[in-house]
Protein backbone atom coordinates (compact mmCIF):
# COMPACT_ATOMS: atom_id res chain seq x y z
CA UNK A 1 0.00 0.00 0.00
CA UNK A 2 1.08 3.43 -1.09
CA UNK A 3 1.81 5.75 1.97
CA UNK A 4 0.28 9.06 1.18
CA UNK A 5 2.07 12.08 0.69
CA UNK A 6 3.92 14.02 3.42
CA UNK A 7 1.48 17.30 3.04
CA UNK A 8 -1.92 15.06 3.24
CA UNK A 9 -0.20 12.90 6.07
CA UNK A 10 0.27 15.86 8.00
CA UNK A 11 -2.45 17.24 7.27
CA UNK A 12 -4.86 14.81 8.22
CA UNK A 13 -2.74 14.24 11.51
CA UNK A 14 -3.19 17.87 12.36
CA UNK A 15 0.07 18.40 14.45
CA UNK A 16 0.75 20.88 17.02
CA UNK A 17 3.44 22.35 14.22
CA UNK A 18 0.42 22.64 11.84
CA UNK A 19 -1.41 24.24 14.17
CA UNK A 20 0.69 26.58 15.25
CA UNK A 21 1.79 27.11 11.76
CA UNK A 22 -1.87 28.21 11.04
CA UNK A 23 -2.07 30.45 13.68
CA UNK A 24 0.70 32.24 13.17
CA UNK A 25 -0.06 32.76 9.55
CA UNK A 26 -3.42 33.72 10.31
CA UNK A 27 -2.71 35.91 12.87
CA UNK A 28 -0.26 37.47 10.04
CA UNK A 29 -3.08 37.79 7.48
CA UNK A 30 -5.46 39.21 9.70
CA UNK A 31 -2.98 42.24 10.52
CA UNK A 32 -1.83 42.44 7.02
CA UNK A 33 -5.68 42.83 5.74
CA UNK A 34 -6.62 45.38 8.33
CA UNK A 35 -3.93 47.66 7.56
CA UNK A 36 -3.93 47.28 4.11
CA UNK A 37 -8.17 48.05 4.51
CA UNK A 38 -6.64 51.63 6.68
CA UNK A 39 -4.42 52.67 3.86
CA UNK A 40 -6.99 51.49 1.41
CA UNK A 41 -9.93 53.82 2.71
CA UNK A 42 -7.76 56.65 3.83
CA UNK A 43 -6.01 57.03 0.36
CA UNK A 44 -9.36 56.92 -1.35
CA UNK A 45 -10.97 59.23 0.78
CA UNK A 46 -7.59 62.15 0.71
CA UNK A 47 -7.85 61.20 -3.43
CA UNK A 48 -11.84 62.28 -3.38
CA UNK A 49 -11.02 65.19 -1.42
CA UNK A 50 -8.87 66.40 -3.99
CA UNK A 51 -10.99 65.74 -6.67
CA UNK A 52 -13.69 67.78 -5.07
CA UNK A 53 -11.56 70.60 -4.66
CA UNK A 54 -10.49 71.01 -8.15
CA UNK A 55 -13.92 70.34 -9.38
CA UNK A 56 -15.56 73.40 -7.13
CA UNK A 57 -12.20 75.29 -8.53
CA UNK A 58 -10.40 75.91 -5.12
CA UNK A 59 -7.84 76.27 -5.73
CA UNK A 60 -6.89 76.58 -9.63
CA UNK A 61 -4.34 74.25 -11.21
CA UNK A 62 -0.87 75.26 -12.59
CA UNK A 63 -2.18 74.48 -15.80
CA UNK A 64 -6.11 76.65 -15.51
CA UNK A 65 -3.58 79.45 -14.22
CA UNK A 66 -1.46 79.37 -17.39
CA UNK A 67 -4.22 79.23 -19.60
CA UNK A 68 -6.32 81.96 -17.94
CA UNK A 69 -3.11 84.46 -18.06
CA UNK A 70 -2.33 83.71 -21.48
CA UNK A 71 -6.37 84.63 -22.40
CA UNK A 72 -5.44 87.95 -20.30
CA UNK A 73 -2.74 88.60 -22.49
CA UNK A 74 -4.79 88.11 -25.92
CA UNK A 75 -7.45 89.93 -24.70
CA UNK A 76 -5.51 93.00 -23.70
CA UNK A 77 -3.46 92.88 -26.57
CA UNK A 78 -7.04 92.75 -28.70
CA UNK A 79 -8.75 95.38 -26.73
CA UNK A 80 -5.48 97.61 -27.33
CA UNK A 81 -6.42 97.40 -31.33
CA UNK A 82 -9.92 97.60 -30.49
CA UNK A 83 -11.15 94.30 -32.02
CA UNK A 84 -12.42 92.56 -29.04
CA UNK A 85 -15.84 91.27 -29.98
CA UNK A 86 -18.31 89.21 -27.86
CA UNK A 87 -17.75 86.08 -30.18
CA UNK A 88 -13.83 86.32 -29.00
CA UNK A 89 -14.92 86.35 -25.03
CA UNK A 90 -17.09 83.43 -25.39
CA UNK A 91 -15.04 81.52 -27.06
CA UNK A 92 -12.14 82.19 -24.64
CA UNK A 93 -14.80 81.42 -21.81
CA UNK A 94 -15.74 77.87 -23.79
CA UNK A 95 -12.25 76.78 -23.94
CA UNK A 96 -11.73 77.61 -20.00
CA UNK A 97 -14.76 75.36 -19.39
CA UNK A 98 -13.60 72.44 -21.51
CA UNK A 99 -10.25 72.84 -20.31
CA UNK A 100 -11.58 72.41 -16.78
CA UNK A 101 -13.72 69.63 -17.69
CA UNK A 102 -10.33 68.09 -19.38
CA UNK A 103 -8.83 68.69 -15.71
CA UNK A 104 -11.30 67.32 -13.87
CA UNK A 105 -11.75 63.94 -16.09
CA UNK A 106 -8.68 63.47 -16.15
CA UNK A 107 -7.90 63.76 -12.50
CA UNK A 108 -11.08 61.18 -11.95
CA UNK A 109 -9.50 59.03 -14.06
CA UNK A 110 -5.97 59.18 -12.49
CA UNK A 111 -7.26 58.63 -9.28
CA UNK A 112 -9.34 55.05 -10.54
CA UNK A 113 -6.32 53.97 -11.88
CA UNK A 114 -4.48 55.21 -8.91
CA UNK A 115 -6.55 52.99 -6.31
CA UNK A 116 -6.83 50.19 -8.74
CA UNK A 117 -3.03 49.79 -8.50
CA UNK A 118 -2.67 50.18 -4.72
CA UNK A 119 -5.38 47.33 -4.50
CA UNK A 120 -4.05 45.00 -6.95
CA UNK A 121 -0.15 45.56 -5.73
CA UNK A 122 -1.50 45.64 -1.92
CA UNK A 123 -3.15 42.19 -2.90
CA UNK A 124 -0.17 40.60 -4.64
CA UNK A 125 2.43 41.39 -1.58
CA UNK A 126 -0.57 40.80 0.60
CA UNK A 127 -0.06 36.79 -0.85
CA UNK A 128 3.55 37.37 -1.22
CA UNK A 129 3.77 37.63 2.36
CA UNK A 130 0.87 35.35 3.51
CA UNK A 131 2.81 32.59 1.84
CA UNK A 132 6.19 33.93 3.41
CA UNK A 133 4.96 33.82 6.69
CA UNK A 134 3.22 30.59 6.52
CA UNK A 135 7.03 29.11 5.36
CA UNK A 136 8.74 30.69 8.26
CA UNK A 137 5.94 29.94 11.00
CA UNK A 138 6.36 26.27 9.90
CA UNK A 139 9.88 26.81 10.20
CA UNK A 140 9.74 28.79 13.81
CA UNK A 141 7.08 26.25 14.77
CA UNK A 142 9.53 23.25 14.20
CA UNK A 143 12.29 25.04 16.20
CA UNK A 144 10.12 25.45 19.23
CA UNK A 145 8.83 21.85 19.25
CA UNK A 146 12.05 20.84 19.15
CA UNK A 147 12.69 19.68 22.74
CA UNK A 148 9.26 18.24 22.44
CA UNK A 149 10.18 15.96 19.69
CA UNK A 150 13.60 15.03 21.67
CA UNK A 151 11.06 14.10 24.42
CA UNK A 152 8.72 12.37 22.80
CA UNK A 153 11.78 10.16 21.26
CA UNK A 154 13.40 9.97 24.63
CA UNK A 155 10.22 8.72 25.98
CA UNK A 156 9.90 6.29 23.17
CA UNK A 157 13.30 4.50 24.10
CA UNK A 158 12.82 4.51 27.54
CA UNK A 159 11.92 1.01 29.13
CA UNK A 160 13.25 -1.18 31.87
CA UNK A 161 16.32 -1.78 30.54
CA UNK A 162 17.16 1.82 29.13
CA UNK A 163 16.42 4.53 32.24
CA UNK A 164 19.80 5.78 31.77
CA UNK A 165 19.49 8.16 29.06
CA UNK A 166 19.11 12.16 29.91
CA UNK A 167 17.55 15.06 27.69
CA UNK A 168 19.71 17.76 29.26
CA UNK A 169 18.43 19.86 27.46
CA UNK A 170 20.36 23.28 26.67
CA UNK A 171 18.59 26.58 26.32
CA UNK A 172 16.55 29.64 28.36
CA UNK A 173 14.82 28.75 31.50
CA UNK A 174 11.23 28.26 29.52
CA UNK A 175 8.34 26.16 29.56
CA UNK A 176 10.31 23.74 27.58
CA UNK A 177 13.42 23.79 29.56
CA UNK A 178 10.83 22.82 32.77
CA UNK A 179 9.58 20.06 30.61
CA UNK A 180 12.75 18.22 30.16
CA UNK A 181 13.70 18.90 33.61
CA UNK A 182 11.12 17.29 34.89
CA UNK A 183 11.25 14.38 32.49
CA UNK A 184 15.09 13.91 33.26
CA UNK A 185 14.02 13.74 37.17
CA UNK A 186 11.18 11.37 36.54
CA UNK A 187 13.96 9.41 34.09
CA UNK A 188 15.63 9.42 37.33
CA UNK A 189 13.31 8.39 39.98
CA UNK A 190 12.12 5.68 37.74
CA UNK A 191 15.47 4.30 37.31
CA UNK A 192 16.29 4.26 41.34
CA UNK A 193 12.88 2.43 41.60
CA UNK A 194 13.53 0.04 39.10
CA UNK A 195 17.12 -0.40 40.29
CA UNK A 196 16.17 -1.07 44.13
CA UNK A 197 13.74 -3.11 42.70
CA UNK A 198 15.90 -5.74 41.03
CA UNK A 199 18.03 -5.69 43.91
CA UNK A 200 15.06 -6.35 46.41
CA UNK A 201 14.06 -9.32 44.04
CA UNK A 202 17.65 -10.22 43.72
CA UNK A 203 18.24 -10.39 47.75
CA UNK A 204 14.48 -11.48 48.30
CA UNK A 205 15.76 -15.21 46.16
CA UNK A 206 19.09 -15.39 47.81
CA UNK A 207 17.77 -15.05 51.07
CA UNK A 208 14.27 -17.75 50.36
CA UNK A 209 16.97 -20.32 48.44
CA UNK A 210 19.33 -20.03 51.65
CA UNK A 211 16.67 -21.79 54.22
CA UNK A 212 15.68 -24.34 50.99
CA UNK A 213 19.64 -24.90 50.83
CA UNK A 214 20.04 -25.74 54.23
CA UNK A 215 17.37 -27.96 54.51
CA UNK A 216 17.98 -29.93 51.26
CA UNK A 217 21.84 -30.30 52.49
CA UNK A 218 20.39 -31.71 55.86
CA UNK A 219 18.04 -34.09 54.31
CA UNK A 220 20.83 -35.25 52.02
CA UNK A 221 23.39 -35.81 54.10
CA UNK A 222 21.71 -36.96 56.29
CA UNK A 223 19.76 -40.16 53.83
CA UNK A 224 23.45 -40.66 52.70
CA UNK A 225 24.20 -42.23 55.81
CA UNK A 226 24.14 -45.82 55.72
CA UNK A 227 23.27 -46.97 59.06
CA UNK A 228 21.45 -43.45 60.26
CA UNK A 229 20.68 -43.33 63.83
CA UNK A 230 17.09 -41.80 65.58
CA UNK A 231 19.90 -38.93 67.11
CA UNK A 232 21.12 -37.77 63.54
CA UNK A 233 17.68 -38.03 62.87
CA UNK A 234 16.25 -35.40 65.67
CA UNK A 235 19.66 -33.56 64.58
CA UNK A 236 18.40 -32.90 60.94
CA UNK A 237 14.65 -32.35 61.57
CA UNK A 238 16.09 -29.43 64.25
CA UNK A 239 17.97 -28.34 61.59
CA UNK A 240 15.63 -28.21 59.29
CA UNK A 241 12.82 -26.97 61.46
CA UNK A 242 15.44 -23.61 61.98
CA UNK A 243 15.62 -23.44 58.12
CA UNK A 244 11.99 -23.36 58.41
CA UNK A 245 11.51 -20.76 60.67
CA UNK A 246 13.88 -18.38 59.39
CA UNK A 247 12.34 -18.68 55.54
CA UNK A 248 8.72 -18.25 57.51
CA UNK A 249 10.50 -15.05 59.38
CA UNK A 250 11.74 -14.08 55.73
CA UNK A 251 8.51 -14.56 53.99
CA UNK A 252 6.27 -12.92 56.57
CA UNK A 253 8.66 -10.13 56.74
CA UNK A 254 8.52 -9.77 52.91
CA UNK A 255 4.67 -9.90 53.09
CA UNK A 256 4.39 -7.03 56.06
CA UNK A 257 6.64 -4.86 53.49
CA UNK A 258 4.62 -5.92 50.47
CA UNK A 259 1.35 -4.57 53.09
CA UNK A 260 2.89 -1.45 53.95
CA UNK A 261 3.80 -0.27 50.57
CA UNK A 262 0.79 -1.05 49.44
CA UNK A 263 -0.89 1.47 51.67
CA UNK A 264 -2.74 1.46 54.82
CA UNK A 265 -6.70 0.61 54.98
CA UNK A 266 -7.22 -0.60 57.79
CA UNK A 267 -6.93 2.73 60.18
CA UNK A 268 -8.33 2.32 63.69
CA UNK A 269 -7.21 4.31 66.66
CA UNK A 270 -3.54 3.04 68.47
CA UNK A 271 -1.23 4.02 71.15
CA UNK A 272 2.56 3.92 70.67
CA UNK A 273 3.18 3.13 74.41
CA UNK A 274 0.66 0.44 74.59
CA UNK A 275 2.73 -1.06 71.65
CA UNK A 276 6.22 -0.03 72.77
CA UNK A 277 4.99 -1.86 76.27
CA UNK A 278 4.23 -5.29 74.09
CA UNK A 279 6.99 -5.16 72.31
CA UNK A 280 9.36 -5.32 75.13
CA UNK A 281 7.38 -7.68 76.83
CA UNK A 282 7.75 -9.83 73.98
CA UNK A 283 11.81 -9.06 73.61
CA UNK A 284 12.08 -9.57 77.84
CA UNK A 285 14.13 -13.00 77.59
CA UNK A 286 16.46 -11.45 74.99
CA UNK A 287 17.06 -8.66 77.36
CA UNK A 288 17.59 -10.65 79.79
CA UNK A 289 19.50 -13.42 77.69
CA UNK A 290 21.80 -10.40 76.64
CA UNK A 291 22.33 -8.79 79.94
CA UNK A 292 20.85 -5.31 78.40
CA UNK A 293 19.78 -2.59 80.80
CA UNK A 294 16.62 -1.37 80.04
CA UNK A 295 15.38 2.50 80.27
CA UNK A 296 11.63 3.82 79.76
CA UNK A 297 9.70 7.22 79.70
CA UNK A 298 6.75 5.54 78.01
CA UNK A 299 4.19 8.37 78.12
CA UNK A 300 0.64 8.49 75.64
CA UNK A 301 1.04 8.72 71.94
CA UNK A 302 -2.20 8.51 70.66
CA UNK A 303 -2.39 7.75 66.79
CA UNK A 304 -4.32 6.21 64.15
CA UNK A 305 -3.12 3.92 61.75
CA UNK A 306 -3.09 0.00 60.73
CA UNK A 307 -2.36 -1.72 64.08
CA UNK A 308 -1.19 -4.77 62.97
CA UNK A 309 1.53 -2.61 60.51
CA UNK A 310 2.54 -0.62 63.71
CA UNK A 311 2.84 -3.38 65.97
CA UNK A 312 5.43 -4.76 63.81
CA UNK A 313 6.83 -1.26 63.07
CA UNK A 314 7.31 -1.03 67.19
CA UNK A 315 8.39 -4.71 67.50
CA UNK A 316 11.31 -4.36 64.43
CA UNK A 317 12.82 -1.17 66.21
CA UNK A 318 12.88 -3.26 69.49
CA UNK A 319 13.89 -6.09 68.21
CA UNK A 320 16.74 -4.29 65.98
CA UNK A 321 17.99 -2.75 69.17
CA UNK A 322 18.21 -5.98 71.00
CA UNK A 323 20.37 -7.69 68.41
CA UNK A 324 22.70 -4.96 67.37
CA UNK A 325 23.93 -4.28 70.95
CA UNK A 326 26.95 -5.21 73.00
CA UNK A 327 26.75 -7.69 75.94
CA UNK A 328 25.95 -6.05 78.69
CA UNK A 329 24.77 -2.68 76.94
CA UNK A 330 21.70 -0.80 77.19
CA UNK A 331 18.67 0.46 75.58
CA UNK A 332 16.30 3.47 76.04
CA UNK A 333 12.46 3.63 75.05
CA UNK A 334 10.60 6.38 74.71
CA UNK A 335 6.99 7.93 73.68
CA UNK A 336 5.17 10.90 73.80
CA UNK A 337 3.33 13.62 71.80
CA UNK A 338 5.70 16.59 70.23
CA UNK A 339 3.66 19.52 68.16
CA UNK A 340 0.90 17.51 67.75
CA UNK A 341 2.75 14.19 66.75
CA UNK A 342 3.05 11.09 68.53
CA UNK A 343 6.83 9.83 68.44
CA UNK A 344 8.86 6.79 69.48
CA UNK A 345 12.46 6.81 69.94
CA UNK A 346 14.25 3.74 70.41
CA UNK A 347 18.53 4.36 71.33
CA UNK A 348 20.85 1.48 72.04
CA UNK A 349 24.61 1.09 72.91
CA UNK A 350 26.84 -1.07 70.28
CA UNK A 351 29.28 -0.34 67.51
CA UNK A 352 30.08 2.54 66.20
CA UNK A 353 27.90 3.63 62.91
CA UNK A 354 29.59 6.03 60.41
CA UNK A 355 27.21 8.92 59.00
CA UNK A 356 27.53 8.16 55.67
CA UNK A 357 26.30 4.43 56.91
CA UNK A 358 23.15 5.84 58.27
CA UNK A 359 20.80 5.82 55.38
CA UNK A 360 21.67 2.40 54.26
CA UNK A 361 20.45 0.92 56.86
CA UNK A 362 16.66 1.44 55.48
CA UNK A 363 17.78 -1.17 52.48
CA UNK A 364 16.29 -3.92 52.28
CA UNK A 365 18.52 -6.88 52.97
CA UNK A 366 20.84 -4.17 54.30
CA UNK A 367 22.93 -5.72 57.26
CA UNK A 368 26.26 -3.77 58.82
CA UNK A 369 27.00 -5.58 61.61
CA UNK A 370 25.71 -8.80 63.65
CA UNK A 371 27.15 -9.37 66.83
CA UNK A 372 28.88 -12.68 67.64
CA UNK A 373 26.46 -15.64 68.98
CA UNK A 374 23.15 -13.86 67.90
CA UNK A 375 21.29 -14.92 65.13
CA UNK A 376 21.61 -12.83 62.23
CA UNK A 377 17.86 -11.56 60.74
CA UNK A 378 16.33 -10.94 57.64
CA UNK A 379 17.82 -7.40 56.97
CA UNK A 380 13.93 -5.94 56.53
CA UNK A 381 13.46 -4.69 59.83
CA UNK A 382 14.79 -1.33 59.16
CA UNK A 383 12.93 -0.94 55.81
CA UNK A 384 10.02 -2.30 57.03
CA UNK A 385 9.93 0.65 60.01
CA UNK A 386 10.40 3.02 57.01
CA UNK A 387 7.64 1.18 54.87
CA UNK A 388 5.29 1.82 57.76
CA UNK A 389 6.26 5.12 58.82
CA UNK A 390 5.68 6.45 55.38
CA UNK A 391 2.30 4.56 54.77
CA UNK A 392 1.12 6.79 57.86
CA UNK A 393 2.55 9.81 56.34
CA UNK A 394 5.15 9.59 59.32
CA UNK A 395 8.67 10.23 58.92
CA UNK A 396 11.63 7.86 60.39
CA UNK A 397 15.21 9.69 61.25
CA UNK A 398 18.25 7.47 62.48
CA UNK A 399 21.66 8.57 63.80
CA UNK A 400 24.84 7.31 64.70
CA UNK A 401 25.91 8.22 68.57
CA UNK A 402 29.45 9.30 68.98
CA UNK A 403 29.89 6.52 71.59
CA UNK A 404 28.79 4.31 69.27
CA UNK A 405 24.91 2.64 68.82
CA UNK A 406 21.75 4.17 67.06
CA UNK A 407 18.96 6.38 67.62
CA UNK A 408 16.04 6.08 66.17
CA UNK A 409 13.07 8.28 66.45
CA UNK A 410 9.82 7.99 64.25
CA UNK A 411 7.16 10.70 64.36
CA UNK A 412 3.23 10.01 63.14
CA UNK A 413 -0.07 12.24 63.17
CA UNK A 414 -1.24 12.19 66.71
CA UNK A 415 -4.76 12.22 67.98
CA UNK A 416 -5.86 14.91 70.43
CA UNK A 417 -5.37 14.41 73.72
CA UNK A 418 -7.92 12.19 75.33
CA UNK A 419 -8.91 10.61 72.01
CA UNK A 420 -9.37 6.71 71.71
CA UNK A 421 -6.06 4.44 72.72
CA UNK A 422 -5.57 2.03 75.71
CA UNK A 423 -3.38 3.93 77.92
CA UNK A 424 -0.25 2.25 79.05
CA UNK A 425 -1.68 1.85 82.79
CA UNK A 426 -4.71 0.36 81.19
CA UNK A 427 -2.14 -2.52 79.50
CA UNK A 428 -0.33 -2.87 82.45
CA UNK A 429 -3.14 -3.41 84.28
CA UNK A 430 -4.40 -6.31 81.89
Known amino acids: MKRPAWPA ?25 MLLAFTYVFVVRGLSTTSALSGAGQPQSAAEQSLAKACGKVMAAEKTQGAVTAADRGLISKCRQSFSSGVVAGAQSQRAEAVHQLLLYSLVGLSIMGAASGALGW ?49 ARLDAAFASQRRFVANASHELRTPLTVMRTAIDVTLAKPGRTPAQLEDMATEVRAAVDRAESLIEALLTLARSDRGTTDMGPADLAVLAEDALDAAGPALRAGSLGLQTALQPAPTRGDLVLLDRLVANLVDNAVRHNAAGGWIQVATGMRGGQAYLTVTNGGPVIGEDMTPLLFEPFRRLCVPAGSAPGTGLG ?35 AGGPGRSVEAAAAT
Open 139 to 187: LVAGRALRPVHAITGAARRASEENLGERLALDGPPDELKELADTYDAML
Open 9 to 33: RIARRRTIRLRLTLTYSGLFLLAAA
Open 382 to 416: LSIVRSVATAHHGTVMARGRPAGGLDVSVLLPGLP
